[in-house]
């Protein structure tokens, strides 16, 4: 990566630049007024974008901005990591993103964190360094154990899981061999337990990562580990795949995003109430074939309890684990 790469892709992106000559930010008397009137937000020092086309992006698309944006002042050779390299590889995350963006620097080279950039001390293999549209970046292996080592376990699980996910790519972006294999590198560094554990409970068949964040919390409240993504029939044919099912309990559950309801690639041309039509359809059909069904939606994931007295009250049963602080309701 150049900074003149990255200052064009940041124009791109609608991004104002101000620095000088060799790269240090500038901040004029009428930049400081645009962002006092609110015309320009300020992402970093000498970093702007327009407040009209800040707002128009999703949180995914501003802190891609600000990491092109950080970019164009760093050092060439820089490679991003964790979060940084997650989100130009187009990998979500749970939750909002961070305010800085994070690069992997040798460990001698005597880097330290300062403002919007956090620096991590690590020797990477030749095969931990991929290039990404002009950017170095930590390969998507490597990205997953760094987010597992530093994130909370559902955030590294719901990343784990989208950089398995095949359902809406032509290929994963990395395979289970891939993630053991870089598993195995990083044995007998700290956090190893942790990223292990991530690891070991990603799966390729979570949707989204509601499902995954859903899945997580199913398996810390205790609750048996569901069937991920089970196909139903009937005279007709094919009638669709359930987020989850536990067969021996005759429940299906199921996560309710508004994205369903939006997103192209889900409405596929139709309007809300056509999805809505065609979702109570596929609901009625698999009814028939017997199982009962508990639905939720993020305000669920965001409150455990409420998602465990949900799955307690559709009949299914939960040990507590000793190890997590949601609580239980108590069984009925």
Known sequence: MSRSHAAARAMELGLDLTTD?????IESDAIRRDVEREFRVKLSRGVYATTEIWQSKSPDERFEAFVIGIAASLADDVVFSHNAAAVLTGLPRLGPWPHQVEVTIPPASGGRSTGNVRRYGA?????????MSGFLITSVPRTIVDLARTSSFAQGVAVADAALHR????TPLMSVDELAAELEYQRGRSRFVKMRRVAEFASPLSDSVRESHSRVLIHELGFPPPVLQQPWFDAE?????TDFWWPEHDLVGEFDGYVKFIKAE???GRSVDQVVLAEKTRED???ARGPRFARWDTPYLRAPRRLARLLVDAGLPARPRSRYSYGMPPQV
């Open 237 to 241: 044919g094919h009638i669709g795949d």
């Open 266 to 268: 889900f409405t596929r």
């Open 21 to 25: 000559a060799r790269g240090r930010a």
């Open 167 to 170: 359902k809406r790519r032509p």
């Open 123 to 131: 020797a990477l293999r030749d095969d931990e360094v991929v290039e």
């Open 285 to 287: 059909r698999i009814r």
